[in-house]
């Protein structure tokens, strides 16, 4: 229904765009459920596979709609188990092997950081269908703050040792975190119909607030000069996507019309 | 347990902590079990996950179990027995009086 209403000019760029928010939300939460039965303890272990379903549902509605929006026929399912790594549009950050404990929370603290000023302000977005998504995802998505901004305070004021794992997460982390306010002209063709959200000035309110957490976690902010990877946007990924993709897609692969 | 070197070893489990919900604004917290936390916000957060967030809840009170004062099984006599042979606390003790509607 909301094909219909879309300047054919900006078919293609929208359909790429809620792609790479779906497909952000998509890898997050694989690697997230991936921690099932392996959590620290018990609770956490229900945390995190909470926090995964949480974004494997946002991926489902952005995917679905991103369906809607392409024309082709194609649904949520289709989109996520039948596209090849060169297809996927999600950021490095999110590929990345889960790691520790203390990765995947620095990890997810910065990714739900950025979330949180943007969803704040693609509430706003001219196309209907995804400020409705939007408004629904920022609630979820303070959650995933209070949880992963608590434990990276734990675990960095914490013990020498939990110290000096977040510390390491975060200097590796940091590399990838520029992708983040990647924008190009799918984003711009989108900004001029009010659909897409400008991330220039998201920059700044996002590392004062990193800022602000490392501080009570006593952590130190890594060099800000550091190899900035980026790729995933335009389909150029890091060698771990194609593992996960070979697990996430193995059974629909296998047996395309499996059901429950 | 004690280790080669007779030291203790460490209890690694996080303090436990009473999960109390409440569903609607106005009527009592129930208890509804138990997490493990290092603090007063992980115990919410944890509660939340385990106890919260399928059901419709209002409110969740976590309260560390060691400040739980409970009595134990040896106080059955004299803290509970009374009731049973003092019938005339039960309200059927009393006769009705015929001609008393609405009661």
Redesign the interface.
């Given at each position: 229904m909301s094909a219909q209403n879309i300047a054919p000019e900006l078919q293609q760029p929208l359909f790429e765009y809620l792609l790479r928010l779906g497909d952000d939300r998509l890898i997050l939460g694989h690697r997230l459920s991936e921690w099932c039965g392996h959590g620290p303890?018990?609770?956490?272990d229900?945390?995190l596979a909470?926090l995964a379903l949480d974004c494997i549902g946002q991926a489902s509605v952005l995917l679905k709609e991103a369906g809607t929006v392409e024309g082709q026929g194609r649904s949520e399912d289709d989109l996520a188990y039948f596209r090849d790594a060169i297809d996927f549009r999600n950021l490095l950050l999110v590929e990345l092997p889960k790691g520790d404990f203390g990765f995947t929370i620095v990890r997810q603290f910065l990714f739900s950081t950025f979330s949180y000023f943007f969803l704040e302000k693609l509430q706003q977005s001219a196309h209907k269908p995804l400020a409705g998504i939007a408004a629904k995802t920022f609630k979820e998505n303070l959650?995933h703050l209070?949880?992963s901004r608590?434990?990276l305070v734990?675990l960095g004021d914490g013990t020498e040792e939990s110290h000096q794992r977040v510390q390491n997460a975060l200097d590796e982390l940091w590399g990838y975190t520029e992708e983040m306010f990647y924008m190009d002209q799918v984003d711009e063709a989108l900004m001029n119909a009010g659909i897409a959200v400008d991330l220039q000035p998201l920059k700044e309110q996002w590392l004062s607030m990193v800022r602000e957490a490392l501080q009570e976690a006593t952590l130190e902010l890594p060099d800000p000069d550091v190899y900035q990877h980026q790729g995933g946007r335009t389909g150029f990924h890091t060698e771990h996507l194609g593992h996960l993709l070979a697990e996430m897609q193995i059974l629909p692969r296998s047996y395309p019309d499996a059901r429950w | 347990m004690a280790t080669e070197k007779n030291v203790p070893e460490q209890d690694t489990q996080?303090p436990r902590w009473e999960v109390f919900v409440q569903e609607k604004t106005g009527e009592p917290h129930q208890h509804a079990g138990s997490?493990?936390?290092?603090?007063g916000?992980?115990a919410l957060?944890?509660a939340?996950?385990?106890y919260a967030?399928r059901g419709k809840v209002y409110s969740i009170w976590v309260v560390p179990a060691e400040h739980i004062v409970a009595t134990s099984p040896s106080d059955q006599g004299p803290f509970f027995d009374p009731a049973e042979d003092k019938i005339f606390r039960y309200p059927h003790f009393y006769k009705v009086p015929r001609g008393v509607k609405n009661l």
């Open positions: 303890i018990l609770e956490e229900i945390a909470n959650y209070r949880h608590k434990w734990v | 996080w997490v493990h936390a290092p603090d916000e992980l957060q944890n939340r996950d385990v967030r």
